[in-house]
Every structure is written in structure tokens, then in C-alpha cells.
């Protein structure tokens, strides 16, 4: 739950008095810190009955119907907070993430544009907006955000992460793979970093060390199935199938209709010349809904039937 903003400014007309409106924040903020978040918004309604030009009233409000997941009504919340105050940078950049969650990309950035505009040094700012650049597909300027990010803040670790994630769209692997590295010193928990890594390496073949990748991303979660096929591959790559089949198994224990799984252990068997299980898997593998599965199995499983 985000924290609500409770500094008060209290320079505005108001039929309450200063010690009144003061008891109706407080209590509107305890009913948020006890999950009573109707009860908050009911009582910075009230606030703004008596005081309709308090922006961090309606701020506030905003904050708490996204927790609602009343996107819209937010929306129009942080949008009020923004008339009336026009210098607002955190109703900005607030309005600009939830136009993220709508997908319009453009009118997020816009909204960062103005919140950057207000403070250069929101580190935020530049992160919420190369992301949006990022979802447009605009690489290079998403680039350019999370290295004005780092500059800013040096060890941000998601900022890393995110421009390893940019760098790697536009073929830039070395970038991309220095920057996860730098991720992990700072968080040694990124599985995410750990699992983009190892895809690069197994991409610049590097199999050993996408393995040990790999190897780390599971240390950290060990019911991620799409880790074991991903190491699997690298292990395959390697020639080492029952270090493959391993993996692929450890998927089917953890998610019994993973298709993919059967598959791929199906071809693994087969690089160790072992049809009769390859066969049993591929059969599994197409009653799950597989592709290609049905076409192995007429080409490899009939004639050794």
C-alpha cells in the first residue's frame, strides 16, 4: 500500500478550523493505516467540503482509489490535484503511472515530461518514463532515461536491470550483460537479472556460465519452471543430456501439463539413442496439445514400435 502524502498545507480558505481539519487528516490517515480505506476517503471528503481547494486532499483521495483499483476515478482525482496546483510533481507522476496501466504510453510520458519539468533531479521521473519509452519500443531514448537514472542514483539496481533489458533489444549484448552483472553486485536476490544474463549467454554461447546463471536464478526460486527449461537448453547445448532430462523433469514435478517438458526430455532421450522413452514422452507431449509432437512421433516411434 503506498504511503499516503501527509504533509499538509494548509494555506487556504477553510471554514474549519486549522486544529479541526488537522483532526480529520489524522483520522483519515489512521482509517488508511487500518485498511478502512472507504473510511479514509470519507474523511477527506469531508476536508474538502469545508476546504475544496486542498489539493493533497484530493491527492490523497487518488492514491487510495488506486489501491481500490478504481483507475479512472484516481485519474480524475490527481487530475483536480494538478489544477489546483499546477507545480504538483508527485500528482504528475502519479497520473503518469496509471496512464502506463491504461497502455497509453504517450500521455505518460507527457505526464512525466511535466513532472521532470518541475524537479530534474526525480529519479522516478526517468525511470516511470523510460519504461513508457520501453513499452513503445523506443529503446535508444528508454536508454537515455535509465542513464540519467543512474547518475542520479548510482546504486539503483532497477535501473541497471532496465537498461540491460534495452540494451539487449537492440543486439547490444555486452552493454546488456554488464549491466545485469552490476544489478546482481547490487542485489545479489535479481533472479531477473540472473535469467536475462544467462539467455545472453547461452546467446553469445557461453554455456557454462549461462548455466551458472541459470544454477543461481534457482537457488533463488526453485519453482520457476521456465528456469529448468531454460538451463536445459544450455545443458542440451553442452551435450549434456542427462543433466537435460534432469531439469526437464524437475519442470514436470512442479507443473504436470507442461507440454514443452515432455517435448524436450523426448529429444534428449533421443540424443541418447533412447527411442522407447522419447516416444513416451512425445505421446504425452501431443496429447497435451504439443505441435510437432504427432510429427516425431510418425517419423521416430512407429518403425521402433
Request: hydrophobic share 35%.
Amino acid at each position: 500500500m503506498k504511503k499516503l502524502f501527509i504533509i499538509l498545507l494548509f494555506a487556504h480558505f477553510s471554514s474549519l478550523s486549522q486544529n479541526e481539519e488537522d483532526i480529520l487528516y489524522d483520522s483519515a490517515i489512521r482509517k488508511y493505516d487500518l485498511n478502512d480505506l472507504k473510511g479514509a476517503i470519507s474523511d477527506f471528503e469531508k476536508v474538502l467540503d469545508n476546504n475544496p481547494n486542498n489539493w493533497d486532499a484530493y491527492y490523497n483521495i487518488a492514491l487510495i482509489k488506486k489501491d481500490l483499483n478504481d483507475i479512472q476515478g484516481a485519474l480524475t482525482d490527481f487530475s483536480i490535484a494538478i489544477n489546483k496546483n499546477p507545480d504538483y510533481k508527485e500528482a504528475y507522476l502519479n497520473r503518469g503511472i496509471l496512464k502506463d496501466i491504461l497502455k497509453d504510453y504517450e500521455g505518460a510520458i507527457k505526464d512525466y515530461n511535466k513532472t521532470l519539468e518541475i524537479d530534474s533531479n526525480l529519479t522516478k521521473g526517468y525511470i516511470n518514463r523510460g519504461i513508457s519509452f520501453y513499452k513503445l519500443k523506443e529503446y535508444k531514448s528508454a536508454i537515455l532515461d535509465y542513464t540519467t537514472a543512474i547518475k542520479l542514483r548510482p546504486k539503483y539496481a532497477k535501473a541497471y536491470y532496465n537498461r540491460g533489458n534495452a540494451y539487449s533489444l537492440i543486439g547490444k549484448n555486452k552493454e546488456a550483460i554488464s549491466d545485469y552483472t552490476y544489478a546482481i553486485r547490487l542485489n545479489p536476490n535479481d533472479i531477473n537479472s540472473y535469467i536475462n544474463r544467462g539467455i545472453l549467454k547461452d546467446k553469445i554461447l557461453s554455456l557454462k556460465e549461462a548455466v551458472f546463471d541459470f544454477s543461481k536464478a534457482i537457488e533463488i526460486d526453485n519453482n520457476y519452471p521456465r528456469i529448468y527449461m531454460l538451463r536445459a537448453i544450455s545443458k542440451i547445448d553442452l551435450k549434456d543430456f542427462e543433466g537435460a532430462i534432469s531439469d526437464y523433469s524437475k519442470v514436470i514435478e512442479i507443473r504436470s501439463d507442461y507440454r514443452d517438458a515432455y517435448a524436450e526430455r523426448g529429444i534428449a532421450y533421443e540424443f541418447l539413442e533412447n527411442f522407447k522413452a522419447a516416444c513416451y514422452n512425445w505421446n504425452i507431449a501431443a496429447k497435451l496439445g504439443h505441435k510437432n509432437a504427432q510429427e516425431w512421433i510418425e517419423l521416430q516411434c512407429r518403425k521402433d514400435d
